[in-house]
């Protein structure tokens, strides 16, 4: 994979060789503390007819620290920066769109995902613009209740999918986020896969596995 300057582009990333004529796309988003190389394992294993970006966001908290937007921990749950969240949220989705024009992939054969962090800004896009994606995956993450007032049309909603990966022994964002956006996505109906996994924060071989499943059959027939 290759590294990006984020000069031509909204976002910083790395990408994959292009093939000839990339029939899907997949935009993958690191989470808080971390960098476009950290889901470069996953990225190794999505099939070679897709391109695969990986997205740096665009708060630097260290070197090689990035993060979507700041939050703090209290005794009510985790406190999102929702200014800077509403920023990245604008930015993650214009780089898409950026991403789609450059390698000539419709809204029909995208998909954008990320863990944790990465998953709440995948889904802040895919459910507040379900014309840029056919869907999102939240690993190991979970969807910002403060974006309800920004959420589109129930119809709308309507044409996208998602993936819901999570431990059961999350200590970070405990499975409960799991539990609500199932309820939430249902509510709206968007058309969803929940699945639950051995194990702490983070992404196992079998959260893998099933996300590139449901990837697959999400895209199979896109374009």
Same mark, same amino acid.
């Given at each position: 994979?290759?590294?990006?300057?984020?000069? /031509?582009?909204? +976002?910083?990333?790395?990408?994959?060789?292009?093939?000839?004529?990339?029939? #899907? +796309?997949?935009? +993958?988003?690191?989470?808080?503390?971390?960098? @476009?190389?950290?889901?470069?394992?996953?990225?190794?294993?999505?099939?070679?007819?897709?391109?695969?970006?990986?997205?740096?966001?665009?708060?630097?908290?260290?070197?090689?620290?990035?993060?979507?937007?700041?939050?703090?921990?209290?005794?009510?749950?985790?406190?999102? /920066?929702?200014?800077?969240?509403?920023?990245?949220?604008?930015?993650?989705?214009?780089?898409?769109?950026?991403?789609?024009?450059?390698?000539?992939?419709?809204?029909?054969?995208?998909?954008?995902?990320?863990?944790?962090?990465?998953?709440?800004?995948?889904?802040?896009?895919?459910?507040?613009?379900?014309? +840029?994606?056919?869907?999102?995956?939240?690993?190991?993450?979970?969807?910002?209740?403060?974006?309800?007032? #920004?959420?589109?049309?129930? @119809?709308?909603?309507?044409?996208?999918?998602?993936?819901?990966?999570?431990?059961? /022994?999350?200590?970070?964002?405990?499975?409960?986020?799991?539990?609500?956006?199932?309820?939430?996505?249902?509510?709206?109906?968007?058309?969803?896969?929940?699945?639950?996994?051995?194990?702490?924060?983070?992404?196992?071989?079998?959260?893998? /596995?099933?996300?590139?499943?449901?990837?697959?059959?999400?895209?199979?027939?896109?374009?």
């Amino acid at each position: 994979m290759s590294s990006m300057p984020d000069t /031509d582009h909204s +976002l910083a990333y790395l990408a994959d060789a292009e093939p000839a004529e990339p029939p #899907r +796309l997949l935009v +993958l988003a690191h989470g808080v503390g971390g960098n @476009e190389t950290n889901l470069a394992p996953l990225a190794a294993r999505v099939p070679s007819d897709t391109v695969v970006v990986l997205a740096r966001g665009p708060l630097t908290l260290g070197p090689g620290q990035y993060a979507w937007f700041r939050v703090a921990f209290g005794p009510h749950g985790p406190r999102p /920066d929702l200014a800077a969240a509403e920023t990245s949220r604008q930015r993650l989705a214009t780089f898409v769109g950026e991403m789609q024009a450059h390698y000539g992939v419709p809204p029909t054969a995208t998909v954008v995902a990320g863990f944790s962090q990465g998953g709440i800004m995948s889904a802040s896009v895919a459910l507040t613009r379900p014309d +840029l994606v056919a869907g999102f995956g939240v690993l190991a993450g979970r969807i910002l209740p403060e974006l309800e007032p #920004r959420l589109a049309a129930r @119809e709308a909603l309507h044409s996208i999918r998602a993936f819901i990966g999570h431990g059961r /022994d999350d200590s970070k964002l405990p499975v409960d986020w799991a539990h609500r956006a199932d309820a939430w996505l249902t509510d709206l109906g968007v058309r969803h896969e929940t699945h639950l996994y051995p194990g702490d924060h983070g992404l196992s071989p079998a959260m893998q /596995d099933d996300f590139l499943g449901w990837f697959d059959r999400t895209t199979r027939h896109a374009g």
